[in-house]
C-alpha cells in the first residue's frame, strides 16, 4: 500500500519535469513512510514516483517502481493482491522465474505474459502504472470496487497520475481551479462522484477499468462488470461461509500486523468470528467509545473482544476530543466530503499502536441489505411511478412543492416529482443532501457556470430486473465507492495504515451476486446472520450499526462554531449539520489548496 505518481510524455518536454514529478511524490509521503524512489525512462517520455509502505516484503527486494530483467516493463503500484501466491505458483509452473517475493513483481510477470487481459486475474484492491518500454504504452489500472484511488490529468498529450488530487495539484503542472461539474456532484450527493473530481481538468481512472495512453492518447476499457442475474441461482448458507471465510484468511495475507475496525455491529463481528474460527487468536481489534453518548457501542465491542479472545483497544473519544482532531482531519482532506473523521481518528489510534493494516466491514451493508434504502428507495419510486400518471402535472407539482418545502428531505422529494420516474431518481432523493436547483445554484456561485447542464455523471451499469438489486448496485456505485472507500483510503493512508475490506472480495462478490434478492437481501441480513451463527447473542442483525459520531449534538452545542463558515454568505439556507458540513467541506479545501500553491 503505497502513494504513487508520474508523468508521461508523446515528446521531449519543453523542460525538466523531475522538480514537478518530486514535488508529486512529497506530498505523497504519508502514503508511504517505509521509502520512497524513482526512476525515468531511458530516451524520456515516462517518469515514475513511489513511496513505500511495506506490507509484503519489507526487504529492499520491494523497492519500486520495479522492473524485471531488460527493463521492458516498469511498474509503480499501490494496493494489495491476495491471490498473488496462486497466481505466481501457477507462472512458476509455466517456467515463469522470481527474483522477489513480491506482489508487485507477480502484477509484472503476468502482464509480461498475458498482457491487459491479465488484469482481470487479480484479487485485491490495487491501483497501478505499468509502462511498456517497447511499445512505448502505459497502462493505468483500478480494482473491481475502486477500493484504491487513481488520478489523472491530461494536456495536449502529456498525462499526469497519482494517488490523490492535492497530489496533481502540487505538481505545479495542473491549476487549482474548481470543476463546476463536480461542485455539483459534491452538493447533490456529499461526495464527488467519479470519474468527476473537485478540480478542473482532473478525473479519477473508473473502478474496474483500464486506461491506456500511448503518444498522448488514451482510451479505456473496462475490464469487469458487476452482474444480478435474472435467473440467479440460491446459495447454501455454507457455500457463503467457505465464500467468507476464504476471504478473511486471504485479507491477513502479508508482513505486517493486521487489526479489526470493530464496532457493536454485526459486520465487523462476522468478521472477527470467522478470523476466529479459522485459527486465528490474540486478533487485535480497534473501537471507539463515547462514555455518555447513547449511542455508544465501545461496551458492546469490548464484550464481543472478549468473547473472542481478541487483544482489545479503545479510542476514548468525546466532543472537545474529536473538535480537536477535527482540525488535523481537514488538512488531510483530498476532495471535500462529508464524512471520513471517523477513519481519521481510528486509523491513527491504530498506527500508534503499531498497525499498518486494518480489516474494515465496508461492503457488507451494500452486498446483503443492511440499509434502509433498501426498503425506502423501492417504495419511494413506486409512489412516484402512481404519482406521474398525471404527466405534466405531476412535474409541474414537483417544481412547486420544490420552493415551497421546509425540510431538506421534502425539497429532495419534491425535487423528484418533477422528473421522470427512476429508481436512480428515487435514490438520489433519498440518499442525497441538496435538490438539482441548490446544488446548481451552490456550484455556480463558487465554481462559475459550465459550458454543459449541471448532472450528475452518466452511468451505463445495466439495468437490474429486481429493484433490491439495483438498490444494492447503487449503494456499492456511488455510496460506498465515492465516499465509504475513498474516505477510508484517504484518512487512513494519511497515517501510512491500509484499510482492507473482506466483503468486497472478487470471489465472494461473484458468488453473492448470482444469489436471488429475496434471499441475499432478506431482512436482518438473514443470509449473513447463517452464514456465521457464531454472532453473540447481544449482536442484533436488526440494529445498523457502525464507527458513527454524533456530529447533530456536537454542532448543536459545543461545536456550534465549528461548521459556522456553512452559513457566510452561502446562498442557499443549509438548515442540517450534513448540509452546513458540505458547504464548509467545500470552503475548507479551496481555503486550504489555494494557499498551499499560491
Not at 267 to 275: E, G, K, M, P, Y
Request: one cysteine or more.
Amino acid at each position: 500500500m503505497c502513494g504513487i505518481a508520474g508523468i508521461l510524455s508523446p515528446g521531449p518536454p519543453p523542460t525538466d519535469l523531475r522538480p514537478a514529478l518530486r514535488s508529486m511524490q512529497a506530498s505523497l509521503r504519508h502514503r508511504g513512510p517505509d521509502g520512497e524512489g524513482e526512476w525515468a525512462a531511458p530516451g524520456g517520455g515516462a517518469l515514475f514516483a513511489h513511496t513505500r509502505l511495506a506490507v509484503f516484503d519489507p526487504s529492499p527486494a520491494g523497492h519500486q517502481p520495479m522492473s524485471i530483467e531488460g527493463g521492458r516493463f516498469v511498474i509503480t503500484y499501490s494496493g494489495a493482491i491476495y491471490n498473488f501466491a496462486e497466481i505466481r505458483r501457477a507462472l512458476e509452473r509455466a517456467g515463469v522465474q522470481f527474483t522477489t517475493s513480491t506482489d508487485t513483481e507477480v502484477i509484472l510477470r503476468l502482464y509480461e505474459r498475458d498482457g491487459p487481459v491479465g488484469i482481470s486475474r487479480l484479487r485485491g484492491m490495487f491501483a497501478f502504472a505499468l509502462w511498456d518500454a517497447e511499445a512505448r504504452t502505459c497502462v493505468l489500472a483500478r480494482d473491481r470496487f475502486g477500493i484504491k484511488p487513481l488520478y489523472y490529468s491530461l494536456d495536449h498529450g502529456r498525462l499526469i497520475f497519482a494517488s490523490e488530487v492535492r497530489a496533481l495539484l502540487a505538481s505545479a503542472l495542473v491549476p487549482v481551479d474548481l470543476d463546476p461539474a463536480g461542485v455539483y456532484g459534491l452538493f447533490r450527493t456529499g461526495s464527488v462522484p467519479e470519474p468527476l473530481t473537485i478540480a478542473r481538468n482532473i478525473r479519477c481512472v473508473p473502478a474496474a477499468h483500464s486506461v491506456h495512453w500511448c503518444d498522448g492518447r488514451m482510451s479505456a476499457r473496462r475490464y469487469w462488470q458487476l452482474q444480478f442475474p435474472a435467473d440467479g441461482a440460491g446459495a447454501a448458507a455454507a457455500d457463503v461461509r467457505h465464500a467468507l471465510a476464504d476471504s478473511v484468511e486471504h485479507h491477513f495475507a502479508g508482513d505486517a500486523s493486521v487489526g479489526l475496525l470493530l464496532s457493536g455491529g454485526v459486520d465487523s463481528t462476522a468478521i472477527l468470528a470467522l478470523a476466529h474460527a479459522g485459527g486465528r487468536t490474540g486478533v487485535e481489534t480497534f473501537s471507539l467509545t463515547l462514555p455518555g453518548e447513547p449511542d455508544d457501542e465501545g461496551p458492546l465491542a469490548r464484550r464481543t473482544a472478549g468473547h473472542f479472545g481478541a487483544i482489545h483497544h479503545e479510542c476514548v473519544m468525546d466532543a472537545a476530543s474529536a473538535r480537536a482532531a477535527f482540525l488535523a482531519y481537514k488538512a488531510a482532506v483530498d476532495q471535500p466530503t462529508t464524512d471520513g473523521l471517523n477513519a481519521f481518528v481510528m486509523a491513527r489510534f491504530a498506527r500508534e499502536h503499531g498497525i499498518k493494516v486494518l480489516l474494515s466491514g465496508v461492503g457488507a451493508d451494500e452486498l446483503f441489505g443492511g440499509y434502509p434504502s433498501f426498503r425506502g428507495v423501492p417504495r419511494l419510486a413506486a409512489w412516484h411511478q402512481r404519482f406521474h400518471w398525471t404527466g405534466a402535472l405531476a412535474s409541474q407539482a414537483g417544481r412547486l412543492a420544490a420552493a415551497a418545502a421546509r425540510g431538506s428531505r421534502s425539497r429532495r422529494v419534491a425535487d423528484m416529482l418533477s422528473r421522470a420516474p427512476s429508481l436512480e431518481n428515487a435514490y438520489q432523493a433519498y440518499r442525497g443532501i441538496f435538490t438539482h436547483a441548490e446544488s446548481v445554484t451552490l456550484a455556480a456561485h463558487y465554481a462559475g457556470v459550465p459550458a454543459e447542464p449541471f448532472a450528475l455523471p452518466p452511468t451505463d451499469e445495466p439495468d437490474d430486473v429486481v429493484p433490491a438489486d439495483a438498490v444494492s448496485r447503487l449503494e456499492l456505485t456511488r455510496y460506498a465507492r465515492n465516499q465509504l472507500l475513498r474516505d477510508a483510503d484517504v484518512m487512513a493512508m494519511a497515517w501510512g495504515v491500509e484499510v482492507r475490506t473482506p466483503f468486497l472480495d472478487a470471489p465472494l462478490v461473484d458468488r453473492l451476486s448470482r444469489v436471488p434478492a429475496p434471499v441475499r437481501l432478506a431482512p436482518g441480513k438473514a443470509l449473513l446472520r447463517a452464514a456465521v451463527p457464531e454472532w453473540p447473542a447481544w449482536v442484533d442483525p436488526r440494529t445498523k450499526r457502525g464507527f458513527h459520531l454524533p456530529f447533530e449534538r456536537w454542532i448543536d452545542g459545543e461545536w456550534r462554531e465549528v461548521l459556522a463558515s456553512g452559513d457566510r454568505g452561502c446562498p442557499v439556507a443549509t438548515g442540517t449539520w450534513y448540509r452546513q458540513w458540505c458547504v464548509s467541506a467545500l470552503e475548507s479545501w479551496m481555503a486550504v489548496n489555494r494557499a498551499a500553491h499560491a
